[in-house]
């Protein structure tokens, strides 16, 4: 444990060495005989010094006493051990012990303070305590003294307005009139205003005044002893009149028969944790390529205004836009072109309609809209205006021919009739389809219950689910693989199985063309198992042949958060535990955040077997640095959107070199996705990044057949 300087009757400059040695020696060495030695010499100083030392939790909870606290008040050390210190502290005194220890948590420095502590005979001790925070052993330290002799006291204040002067938060000291007496230089610079302007000002005058209720609530509530301190988030008003975001923290000072004197403010400025607060509220909210909503969001909203419509007789429509076979457009000519395309959708998007109509991309090529109290005629005739315009902008490529976008939309009307956000999605797929079942070009289509009934009836057509239901029940899926390359050797180390499916005419669908379905029909887990038992199959009849391989698979949020999965996986590892090894099982960021412990069992239960994990598409979704330390996963695989911006991007090599230090540290292998051409190569080289997935290192291809040994094709559907 690290500790502080504390006044020991060894004397400071004894007592200040031996507990600098104590920190210096814990962070040269954590293991062995070492730690023994520190900890006897931690008890050591806690049984030689005459004075009353303790060693809080961040919680105020006892870890540890001195031995002359049994000395002083009579009280054993081991038996306050886990106890909260401001417990012992009198009733009127525990304001200022909070108020003084809670803000270690935030400030470095040494703080102290007056306080009475109950003996174990019942009397009252009034005592002078000082104490610092630890933050390498997250500990407070605090010692308690009888109180100074004049001379000394005279000492203290002397620190006392040292450190109040060079406090790195906003400080003031406030008559109970409420006018300011003392400010330091970071509250002047925090309220844009001069220490002779401040003072005499009543403090509510720099406060917002939305915010003076709840601020003269809480502290009318400090004076009549209902809270021991007072601690709320306002705005306080700068001078050039913008509002800055902050926590305003009160303790009261009384003197000995508990009449208010003074109040003593802390405001320490937040707009940069605000800041950061509103950009992860964004980024969940938003879709990182495009901007717009996201599906989460766009879902949430597209329920109220169903209520709405219902509520006050009102009409409305659902749009679902899909971009046809921009999966083509990747693999002809690389995402990073099948981004322009999508980012050219949102941008018509945004300019052609009201600003009162919301905008999300709901999937990798699937747009949502929804038109507000617009009739059916309305919502046809801008529906059709939208994807003419689209059609008519092609995306221009360097060098190359421009690429034609084309696309397709599906109308679900609402009013006030009774209906759900599902069901609206599940009427405009079924519109989508029919509008893509045009050959004449792009178009639109309104869903009509009554005419899909009879188009199903007379052309026998399923809906995208019963099309994956009867997938799953025929073995229509099948599988491609892509390689994830080594840089140091140019050999492929693991190949990531991507999903396929087979129509009735022997095509091949692409997953962005159904997993949107899968995923609103609760059918996502279904197929992730179907994957999973084909990975374990050619995984199984690779090590047979003597020739193992490395195989990823990708698990959706639905699988990673039913409980139910995980025991179908493991009674799969149960029958054969040699494939265990062979497995990379990859989640996405979004996936950990709708169950962050369950994918943490998931991780260690197959751990067991030997399986590895992959954290994917890292970067696209919030607090990316948090789930990279709290998830246990093997390999860091970097989002596109970072890998296609190295070349020319300053803040994505910025970002990226973070990413790989950070990686590291915490001993991940990193895997950049999206390599698709010589220039990004070079660049991920330049990091030092280990592996590397995309089209410029290798294009996928059927599983079966590029994993064959020797002219034998792996065909895993027949395992």
Not at 209 to 230: C, K, M, N, Y
């Amino acid at each position: 444990m690290f500790h502080v300087a504390i006044d020991l009757v060894l004397g400071a400059a004894v007592a200040a060495p031996l507990l600098a040695a104590a920190a210096a020696g814990h962070l040269a060495h954590s293991r062995g005989s070492k730690v023994q030695e520190l900890e006897i010499d931690h008890r050591r100083i806690f049984a030689l010094t005459g004075e009353m030392l303790f060693e809080l939790a961040l919680d105020g909870k006892v870890r540890r006493a001195a031995d002359a606290v049994a000395n002083e008040l009579g009280l054993e050390p081991e038996t306050m051990i886990g106890e909260t210190l401001a417990d012992r502290v009198h009733p009127d005194d525990r304001g200022i012990l909070l108020a003084t220890l809670n803000p270690l948590e935030r400030v470095e420095g040494i703080r102290t303070f007056d306080a009475r502590i109950q003996s174990a005979r019942g009397d009252w001790r009034a005592l002078h305590w000082r104490a610092e925070i630890d933050r390498a052993a997250e500990a407070i330290h605090v010692t308690a003294r009888p109180p100074s002799e004049p001379g000394e006291r005279q000492h203290q204040l002397g620190a006392f307005d040292l450190a109040f002067a060079a406090a790195p938060i906003g400080m003031a000291v406030v008559g109970v009139d409420g006018a300011v007496r003392r400010v330091n230089h970071r509250l002047c610079e925090l309220l844009g205003h001069t220490e002779r302007e401040v003072v005499g000002t009543q403090l509510d005058s720099h406060v917002h005044a939305e915010d003076l209720a709840s601020q003269r609530e809480q502290i009318a509530r400090l004076v009549a002893r209902e809270l021991a301190a007072v601690s709320l988030e306002l705005r306080v008003r700068h001078a050039d009149g913008h509002e800055v975001p902050s926590v305003f923290a009160v303790s009261l000072v009384r003197d000995d028969a508990g009449t208010p004197l003074e109040y003593v403010v802390q405001i320490q400025d937040t707009s940069e944790r605000q800041a950061l607060r509103e950009r992860v509220r964004y980024e969940a909210e938003h879709d990182a390529l495009t901007g717009l909503l996201n599906r989460r969001t766009f879902a949430a909203m597209l329920t109220h205004h169903v209520a709405s419509a219902r509520r006050y007789h009102r009409e409305g429509a659902l749009v679902v836009i899909d971009i046809d076979r921009l999966a083509d457009v990747n693999e002809a000519h690389g995402t990073h072109i099948g981004d322009q395309v999508l980012e050219m959708v949102a941008r018509t998007l945004s300019e052609r309609l009201r600003e009162t109509d919301l905008i999300a991309r709901l999937d990798g090529d699937e747009f949502g809209v929804i038109l507000a109290e617009l009739d059916e005629t309305a919502a046809r005739r801008i529906t059709t205006e939208i994807v003419r315009t689209i059609s008519e902008t092609p995306v221009e490529i360097i060098g190359s021919p421009s690429v034609a976008v084309r696309v397709s939309a599906g109308l679900a009307l609402f009013s006030d009739e009774p209906q759900t956000a599902e069901q609206l999605f599940a009427d405009a797929d079924v519109a989508l389809a029919e509008a893509k079942e045009d050959p004449g070009g792009p178009r639109s289509q309104v869903f009509d219950r009554g005419s899909a009934v009879r188009r199903r009836e007379r052309n026998s057509r399923r809906t995208w689910a019963e099309k994956l239901r009867h997938g799953l029940e025929r073995d229509a899926f099948l599988l491609d693989a892509q390689p994830i390359i080594e840089l140091a050797t140019g050999l492929p180390v693991q190949y990531e199985l991507l999903l396929r499916m087979r129509d009735d005419d022997g095509g091949i669908i692409r997953p962005n063309a159904f997993m949107h379905v899968a995923e609103r029909y609760g059918l996502m887990r279904a197929i992730d198992e179907w994957v999973v038992r084909r990975a374990i199959a050619l995984g199984r009849a690779r090590i047979e042949h003597g020739r193992p391989v490395t195989l990823a698979v990708n698990l959706s949020g639905e699988s990673v958060t039913d409980p139910a999965f995980l025991p179908l996986v493991v009674a799969e590892l149960i029958d054969h535990p040699e494939v265990g090894e062979h497995l990379v099982f990859e989640i996405t960021e979004r996936t950990a955040v709708d169950d962050l412990e369950q994918a943490k069992r998931l991780i260690a239960r197959l751990g067991e077997f030997g399986c590895r994990f992959a954290l994917d598409d890292f970067g696209a979704g919030a607090s990316s640095l948090s789930y990279l330390k709290n998830l246990p996963v093997d390999y860091v695989k970097l989002d596109g959107a970072f890998t296609r911006g190295l070349p020319h991007d300053a803040a994505d090599r910025e970002i990226v070199g973070a990413v790989v230090q950070v990686a590291r540290g915490l001993g991940r292998q990193i895997v950049a996705e999206c390599v698709e051409d010589q220039e990004i190569l070079d660049a991920i080289r330049s990091f030092g990044i280990e592996l590397a997935q995309g089209l410029h290192v290798g294009r996928p291809e059927r599983a079966s057949e590029l994993l064959a040994i020797d002219g034998v094709v792996m065909d895993p559907a027949s395992a």
